[in-house]
């Protein structure tokens, strides 16, 4: 039997164990979703993990997408830095003024993502990656919380005494070290006592994440604070959050967002521009942020700004994407005008706003009629938007639960590495009944198990 037949052998064991279990009810729904509760595992008020079991992956699965992910993060990475030295190429990516001026200011030290994510979904031994999170990764800390809910089960106790060989990824290590990595390569003379503010919105759908996070960084002998940006203030010399001096500032405030409401004045953009604070990540990541830039990657124009190691990668595992405008361009390795595909090839085509998240503006062809995809494209044309050709997508057999009820369906796999300068540590696993697996969308979350002997 081959390893990949045995994989799939284990997953259906433990599939019908907890099939057959009796013991699986609605009690224990009701104490998983208190739990999830306890340790804000929440989108909102939402608890975020229906399923009972992880996803579970060989280990070379797992090695095959993360070393695919930090080729790509890499080619992103030159990406952004010669758009930089190129107006047309920085035109590509259609970013704001407000953006590019940002984008200019040095962040004080080299790589250009300190955390980033690639979106990618899976289809047996293929992948694809779809989108590049480049600027406010969210999930770092849920593998750790989700072990909690789902690993105590007895039907997981059980399956994992049997695959001793496993390995479970630490993504929120990942990050503070990266932090505190980038932190010294920036200048930091405080390492072992840095401080952190975690910056965004209050309220935030995500802001329960925050709080594992600060516990996480107090606890490695950091202390942390959570702040919106309009609470900030910055004397020419430190940037503070009230008497809280700020040494290393996690943003997850989104760029586009902060932008919108303020400019190169405010405290964290001037702390920033004059070196006195160390932001990660940077205003700079827009560059690689924005899905124009999948537009760039696929067009093969554009192959001698990468390596062969990069190009064969983004040929294998980045789908065909362009920029939403008038003009030819080269579909399936035949030119066409662009309209003309979008018009005729609705059923193998997405539509997506160039710099959004959540699911936001995203038009499915397949799943659209043709009137509604036409009024799509008029919208496309009048403001930023890229198209992307669909891929194929792998369904797992999930059990889950509701309110009282066990039940077992098919769920899309959105499988998305976590990369932490440019290194994959671990995933967020995000599964859902339609083509959109946002957990803003109404997708759920399970954790990643990672199989060593398959």
Known sequence: MSKLKQLASAVRWLDERIARDALIGPILFEQLLNVQRELGLLHDERPICPFLRPLILSRSQYTRVAHAAEQLATAFERLAHAALLDDALMNELDLTERERTMARFEPGYQKLCVTSRLDAYLNGEDFQFLEYNAESPAG????????????ELPHMKEFLAGHGAHWLPRPHHALLRALLETYSEW????????????????????????????????AEGHPTII??????????????????????????????????KFDETHPLARAYIEHKVCMANSFRTKL????????????????????????ACIVKHIPWTRRVRAGKTTYRGVERDLLDVLVRERERLVIKPNDDYGGHGVVI????????????????????????????????????????????????IDFNPFLFLNHVEGALVRLSASSLCNVSSGGGETALLVLEDF
């Open 288 to 311: 690689a942020h924005k899905k124009a830039g999948f537009a760039v990657l696929s067009d093969p124009t554009y192959h001698h700004l990468f390596t062969p190691a990069q190009v």
């Open 140 to 151: 770092i800390a849920d593998q750790m919380q989700l072990e909690k809910v789902l690993f």
């Open 227 to 260: 702040a919106d940006p309009r609470t900030l203030e910055y004397d020419g010399q430190v940037l503070r959050a009230g008497d809280f001096r700020i040494d290393i500032l996690y943003k997850r405030v989104i760029i586009h967002e902060f932008l919108e």
């Open 187 to 218: 200048g930091g003379h405080r390492i072992e006592s840095a401080q952190i503010a975690i910056v965004d919105w209050d309220g935030v759908s995500t802001a329960s994440e925050f709080e594992i996070l600060k516990d996480y960084f107090e």
């Open 365 to 412: 062809g397949w799943e659209t009629d043709a009137a509604s995809w036409e009024k799509a494209i008029r919208l496309a044309l009048d403001s930023s938007f890229v198209v992307q050709e669909r891929v194929m997508v792998e369904k797992v057999r999930m059990a889950m639960f509701t309110a009282d009820t066990l039940v077992t369906d098919e769920m899309f």
